[in-house]
């Protein structure tokens, strides 16, 4: 039995950066999600937080201080971005969700984090940039779930905002269910000689 991951500072936590609505909003889409569930009794609806995730990997809790740092620096060069939402999507045939309009814009704060991507690696495991970026309704929908849902999501309206001036970093221990906020990290668009001095 290999023991190594049992021992302090070699235990591998699941890591996500993702941007997170308004309360406001962030209850309108859990709204949305509910009804989801309600009518078609999709669970996966029920699961997850309204956000967009950005990133997603594992690293070893030896090395967190160390990914934190970076991750910092990162988001004090990305800029704050107005985020957009309307109407829903889908990814034929397992997935809905909420459309970004402005897509373009949340997938540069995503190529912006790629600079950490050595330190987002663990093992033989690569980090997950995500390359299509929206905020899920439900996955795993099965298929003839999906091909009555989506006739009706297609026609549905859903508007919404928010200012994404921060990025959050959530955790879990590999193996857990529920990921924990561990940062909340600036979106501040500092020039590059700040950060430098940042680094020393």
Excluded: W
Aim: hydrophobic share 40%; proline share 6%; charged share 25%.
């Amino acid at each position: 039995m290999d023991t190594t991951f049992s021992m302090p500072g070699y235990r591998p936590y699941e890591y996500l950066l993702v941007l997170s609505p308004h309360e406001d909003l962030r209850q309108k889409i859990k709204d949305v999600k509910k009804d989801f569930f309600e009518q078609y009794g999709v669970q996966t609806a029920l699961v997850g937080r309204p956000q967009i995730t950005l990133a997603r990997f594992t690293q070893l809790e030896m090395m967190e201080e160390r990914l934190l740092h970076k991750l910092r620096l990162i988001s004090m060069g990305l800029p704050p971005l107005k985020i957009e939402l309307n109407g829903f999507g889908s990814y034929p045939t397992h997935s809905i969700f909420i459309n970004i309009t402005n897509k373009n814009q949340v997938k540069n704060i995503i190529n912006g984090f790629k600079d950490a991507r050595r330190l987002m690696k663990c093992g033989g495991e690569n980090p997950y940039f995500i390359e299509d970026p929206c905020v899920p309704i439900a996955i795993r929908i099965p298929k003839e779930v999906y091909k009555d849902a989506i006739k009706k999501y297609e026609k549905k309206h859903f508007s919404g905002r928010f200012i994404a001036d921060n990025v959050l970093v959530l955790r879990r221990r590999k193996g857990e269910m529920k990921y924990m906020v561990l940062e909340k990290m600036a979106l501040q668009y500092l020039p590059v000689h700040t950060l430098q001095g940042e680094l020393f």
